[in-house]
C-alpha cells in the first residue's frame, strides 16, 4: 500500500481543481486537537518523526496517478497535472514527547495549496493517532508512581502498525519496555516478556512447566503463576527459584483475580521462602485507572503491564483534532462554522512555568519568561537536523509529567489545562472575522 495515495478522495480532487485554477501559492495549515477528551487533563505529542519521514520523501509517480484515476473512474490523462508533485515546503512543530493543551497547534505546514491538501489525511492521521497513544501511555507512567510499565498491547491493537505505534508510545511516555519484539528492535528499546497460560498447560502440571522454562532460559525468570490457583503457583515458583538459586532478578507474573490481594498472598508466600528480592508483575486488563487504584491501596506489585486498553486507548480512542487552512498566499483565513472556528495566521506558543501557554502570532515578540513550543523540523523539503533520540523524546517527556499542575496530572476526574490567546490574535480574528462578515453582506451574496 502506497503512502502517497493513502490519503482521502475529496483531497485528491481538490488538489487537481487547485492546479487546474492555478492556485499554487503557499498555504499554511495548522494542526490542532480543538478539546481534549474526557479523562484527560494534558495531551502528549507524538508522531511527528513519521509525518517528516513521509513528507521529505513524498512524490507522486506514474503508479500513484493511474491509482487516483481508478478510484476517480476517469482516465489516467486527467490526473496528469498532479504528476510529480514533490513536498518543497516548511514544517514547524511542538516535538514529540512535549506535554501540550488543548486548543494550540501541534503542527503549522506551509507548501504549495494542492500539495499542502494532499498530505492532509496522512499527517493528521499519525499526529493524532500517536498522540492519543502517547497521552494514555503518560497517564500510566504518572499512575504506578515510578515503578516500571511495560507495554503488552501487540495482540489487540487495531493492526501491526498501530501495536508499533503504541509501543513507541510507551516508550516515549517512561515504559521500561516492550513485549513486541519488532518494535524493540526498531526503538532499540528492551524488550519483555514471561510465558503464556497455555505453556503451563501443555505440561501439565506447574513444576514441570518452571523446570523446563529455566533449562532454556537460564535467568533471571519470569514465571507466571495464576494458572490453577495463584497461591499454589507461587508456593511452586517459589521452591524452583530456591532451588536453582536464580532468584535475584527474576519475578513471579500474575494475570487474574482480585490482583491487590492475589500480589499480598503471593508477597508473603515469596517472603517465607526467602525470596525477598523476587518482584511481583501484574497484568490482565489494567490501564491507568486500574494501576492507580492498586499503587493507592498499597499493593505489593513492583512492575504492571498494561496491554488492550492502553494499546487501543480505551476510553479515549479518537481526539477532536483538525487541520485548518489559517493562510493563503499572504491572506490569513479563518472558519466560522458553529463550534468550530479556527483562529487564523501563522502562529508560536508561548510556553511559562505551570504551563501557561499563549498561543501568540508567529512574528509577535515572546512573552516574557517563556520559551517557544514550535520549531522548525522541516524547510524547502528537506529535514533540518538529526531525528531526536527516543531518549531526548522520554527526558522531555519526563520533564513535563514532572512539573505538571496536581489538577492535570489527576488520573480520576482530572482538569484540563487551557492556553490563552495573545491580544494580536485575538485582534487579527476579529478582523478577518468581520472581513468575512462583510463579503456575505454585500449585494449578490443571497442576502
Known amino acids: 500500500m502506497s503512502q502517497e495515495t493513502t490519503t482521502d478522495l475529496y483531497e485528491v480532487t481538490m488538489a487537481l481543481s487547485y492546479l487546474q485554477e ?4 503557499p498555504a499554511t495549515f495548522d494542526l490542532l486537537v480543538r478539546d481534549l477528551p474526557p479523562g484527560r487533563g494534558f495531551l502528549v505529542a ?9 513528507l521529505t520523501s513524498f512524490r507522486l509517480g506514474p503508479e500513484h496517478i493511474r491509482d487516483f484515476a481508478t478510484a476517480l473512474h476517469r482516465p489516467a490523462a486527467d490526473l496528469d497535472p498532479l504528476l510529480g508533485l514533490t513536498f518543497t515546503g516548511d514544517v514547524r512543530a511542538v516535538p514529540e514527547g512535549q506535554v501540550v493543551l488543548g486548543g494550540e497547534p501541534l503542527l503549522e505546514l506551509t507548501a504549495p495549496l494542492p500539495v499542502a491538501q ?26 504506578a508512581q515510578g515503578r516500571p510499565v511495560v507495554d503488552f498491547s501487540l495482540r489487540r491493537t487495531h493492526g501491526t502498525e498501530a501495536a508499533h505505534h503504541a509501543a513507541r508510545a510507551g516508550a516515549i511516555a517512561g515504559f521500561s519496555a516492550t513485549s513486541n519484539v519488532a518494535a524493540a528492535t526498531a526503538l532499540g528499546f528492551p524488550a519483555t516478556g514471561t510465558m503464556a497460560h497455555s505453556y503451563i498447560e501443555a505440561f501439565g502440571e506447574e513444576e514441570a512447566a518452571f523446570r523446563a522454562f529455566a533449562r532454556a532460559h537460564p535467568g533471571p525468570l519470569t514465571l507466571l503463576t495464576d494458572t490453577y490457583r495463584t497461591a499454589q503457583g507461587t508456593h511452586t ?7 536453582l538459586d536464580v532468584g535475584d532478578g527474576s519475578a513471579i507474573r500474575i494475570d487474574s483475580g482480585d490482583l ?4 499480598q498472598q503471593a508477597r508473603h508466600i515469596l517472603d517465607a521462602y526467602g ?11 489494567l490501564d491507568e485507572y486500574a494501576v492507580d487504584r492498586l ?23 479518537a481526539l477532536d483534532s483538525a487541520y485548518k487552512l489559517v493562510e493563503y498566499d499572504g491572506r490569513p ?13 501563522r502562529k508560536q506558543i508561548h510556553r511559562q512555568d505551570g504551563f501557561r501557554d499563549v498561543v501568540a502570532l508567529a512574528d509577535e515578540p515572546p512573552v516574557p519568561h517563556s520559551r517557544p513550543l514550535m520549531h522548525p523540523v522541516i524547510r524547502n523539503g528537506v529535514r533540518l537536523g538529526t531525528p531526536p533520540s527516543l531518549r531526548d523524546m522520554r527526558e522531555r517527556c519526563a520533564a513535563d509529567l514532572r512539573t505538571l499542575p496536581d489538577e492535570a496530572r489527576r488520573i480520576a476526574d482530572p482538569a484540563p489545562l487551557h492556553c490563552s490567546t495573545s491580544p494580536a490574535l485575538r485582534e487579527l480574528s476579529e478582523r478577518v472575522r468581520q472581513r468575512i462578515q462583510d463579503a456575505f453582506l454585500r449585494p449578490g451574496n443571497g442576502r
Open 22 to 25: 492555478g492556485m499554487t501559492r
Open 46 to 54: 507524538a508522531g511527528l518523526e513519521d509525518v517528516v519521514d513521509h
Open 118 to 143: 494532499l498530505v492532509e489525511s496522512f499527517v493528521l492521521n499519525q499526529i493524532s493517532h500517536q498522540t492519543a497513544l502517547a497521552s494514555k501511555a503518560a497517564r500510566c507512567t504518572l499512575a
Open 237 to 243: 515458583a517459589a521452591r524452583v527459584l530456591r532451588a
Open 260 to 263: 491487590a490481594t492475589e500480589a
Open 275 to 285: 525470596l525477598g528480592a523476587v518482584r511481583i508483575v501484574a497484568s490482565g486488563g
Open 295 to 317: 499503587v493507592e491501596a498499597g499493593a505489593p506489585i513492583d512492575v504492571y503491564a498494561v496491554g488492550t486498553r492502553v494499546g487501543v486507548s480505551s476510553d479515549a480512542p
Open 333 to 345: 483565513v479563518m472558519k466560522l462554522s458553529a463550534a468550530k472556528v479556527t483562529d487564523p495566521g
